[in-house]
C-alpha cells in the first residue's frame, strides 16, 4: 500500500533539511545540455514550496530544485531531488511519466518474459525504485531498480526490471554517476533518451548521492 507524505515550507532547502536517525537522505540528480531550459521538476506538489512524493510507508518525501544556467547556443541545466526513506525502505523516483517512444519497452517486455506476446503496450512511464540499507563505518549499500507502469488494453500495471538493478555501496556524503545515455546499460540509457526527448535536452546522466545523519 502506497503512502503520500508532504514536505511543506516555502524556500526549503535540501543541504538544510534534517536527516531523522535511521532515515537515509538520497539526493539524485539528472544533469543535461540541451537547446532549451526545463522550467522545472514534474512531481506532485501542494502550495508554495510543497512538494507530494508518492512512496511507501516507509519512505519519506523532499522537495525538489531546479537550477539552470544559459549562454548564447545552449542551456546547461541540473535538476536535483531528494528522498528521505527510512533504513531499508523503498522510494520511488519518476523519470518520464509518459515516453514518448514505447516500442523498445514493449519489446524488451515480451523479450524478457514479463508480459505475454498478446499485451499491447499503450502507455509507458519510468521510475526508478531507490532502496538504501545503512552499513557499518558511514557506509551505505544502495540498491536501484528501474521499473516501468505501462497501459494496455489487457490491463495496467507495474514491472521491475530486476536484471538492470543496480547495487552499490558509498560512503556517505559520496557522489557516484550511475547512469547516462553515453553509458553502457541498456534499461538506463533507453530511460534518459526517453528524458532527453520529453525535455529537449542532451548527454543526460544522473548522480546519486546519499547521505546519513
Known amino acids: 500500500m502506497l503512502g503520500w507524505l508532504v514536505f511543506l515550507g516555502p524556500g526549503a532547502d535540501a543541504q538544510t533539511s534534517l536527516i531523522p536517525p ?29 512538494t507530494v512524493v508518492q512512496v511507501d510507508p516507509k519512505g519519506v518525501t523532499g522537495s525538489a530544485r531546479v537550477q539552470v544556467q544559459e549562454s548564447q547556443r545552449t542551456i546547461r541545466q541540473h535538476v536535483e531531488s531528494f528522498l528521505l526513506v527510512q533504513d531499508g525502505g523503498e522510494a ?17 517486455a515480451h523479450r ?3 508480459v505475454a506476446a498478446a499485451v499491447v503496450f499503450r502507455q509507458v512511464g519510468t521510475f526508478l525504485a531507490v532502496r538504501p540499507t545503512i552499513l557499518a563505518d558511514q557506509r551505505i ?14 490491463g ?13 555501496v ?4 559520496q557522489p557516484i554517476t ?3 545515455t ?10 534518459l533518451l526517453g528524458y532527453e526527448r520529453v525535455n529537449q535536452a542532451n548527454h543526460v546522466s544522473i548522480v546519486l548521492t546519499a547521505e546519513t545523519p
Open 170 to 173: 558509498v560512503h556517505t556524503g
Open 22 to 50: 535511521g532515515h537515509v537522505k538520497v539526493t539524485v540528480e539528472f544533469r543535461q545540455e540541451g537547446q532549451r531550459a526545463q522550467r522545472g521538476i514534474d512531481v506532485k506538489g501542494t502550495g508554495p514550496g510543497g
Open 141 to 154: 549499500r544502495v540498491q536501484i531498480t528501474p521499473q516501468i507502469s505501462y497501459q494496455s488494453d489487457q
Open 92 to 108: 520511488r523516483l519518476t523519470v518520464v511519466e509518459q515516453v514518448p517512444e514505447i516500442v523498445w519497452f514493449q519489446q524488451y
Open 156 to 168: 495496467d500495471g507495474t514491472i521491475a526490471l530486476v536484471e538492470a538493478s543496480t547495487e552499490v
Open 182 to 191: 553515453d553509458g553502457r546499460g541498456e534499461v538506463m540509457r533507453q530511460f
Open 112 to 114: 524478457h518474459s514479463y
Open 178 to 180: 550511475i547512469g547516462g
